[in-house]
């Protein structure tokens, strides 16, 4: 089946800092999507990449979807402890979701 | 309000005990998932309904069996419970590729 490697696994940044995961496939993927999984908590959608080059934004965050369609990112500028959690990139294949194996982001304030 | 709903949020068991976990769903979709979150946080599909229809099955033990009563519903009863069993299992639903889940369930299995 198809599958989507993350990375990195975990990231430890200081308040305020960047961050960025990477979700790469070794094929051409139909869409993308992100979900933010908080401690304790569990995934919630975020967003979905359709088209090559797709940029889209949520305030902080910065969602790409290479030209290739075979990555994809995730950029927060200035993290907050609020973004705190384990972010997930999934892709489609046929009639199931395949998830990266997630980024564990903790933020130190 | 609750979209998708799950019960028991925790399960402590014994090994080789039967439990069972129930999903419930009101946002009107047609599909139904169950998902198991190990340790490392991975996300694995187990399984997946269409409007009461067995859709996908992965590489799961015959220990677990999901039912699905309605398109509402989709239950997850484990037999045999091993020390390996021990994880978060969410319930999801979607109506497409988007997956709305449930808070989850953690068994501990002792």
């Known amino acids: 089946g198809q599958q989507v490697m993350q990375i990195p696994q975990y990231q430890h940044v200081q308040e305020g800092e960047d961050f960025t995961t990477y979700c790469n496939s070794s094929?051409?993927?139909?869409?993308i999507q992100w979900y933010k999984q908080r401690p304790g908590g569990h995934p919630v959608f975020l967003i979905q990449?359709?088209?090559?080059?797709e940029v889209k934004k949520q305030k902080r965050l910065t969602f790409q979807f290479g030209e290739a369609k075979k990555n994809s990112s995730l950029h927060i500028t200035a993290t907050q402890t609020t973004d705190v959690g384990t972010y997930f990139c999934?892709?489609?294949?046929?009639?199931?979701?395949?998830f990266g194996e997630g980024t564990q982001l903790t933020v130190n304030p | 309000d609750t979209a998708v709903s799950q019960t028991p949020k925790y399960l402590v068991t014994q090994m080789g005990n039967d439990k069972s976990i129930k999903c419930e769903q009101n946002?009107?979709?047609?599909?139904m998932y169950w998902y198991k979150q190990d340790s490392k946080k991975f996300l694995k599909i187990m399984f997946s309904?269409?409007?009461?229809?067995?859709?996908i099955n992965e590489t799961v033990p015959n220990r677990f069996s999901p039912k699905s009563p309605d398109k509402a519903h989709l239950n997850l009863h484990i037999n045999s419970l091993e020390l390996g069993d021990s994880a978060v299992y969410f319930c999801?639903?979607?109506?497409?590729?988007?997956?709305?889940f449930g808070p989850g369930t953690r068994l501990t299995v002792l």
């Open positions: 999801a639903s979607g109506p497409g590729d988007t997956q709305y």
């Open positions: 094929t051409t993927l139909s869409n």
């Open positions: 990449l359709v088209k090559s080059g």
């Open positions: 999934a892709a489609t294949s046929g009639s199931r979701l395949t």
């Open positions: 946002l009107g979709h047609d599909t």
């Open positions: 309904y269409n409007n009461k229809e067995l859709i």
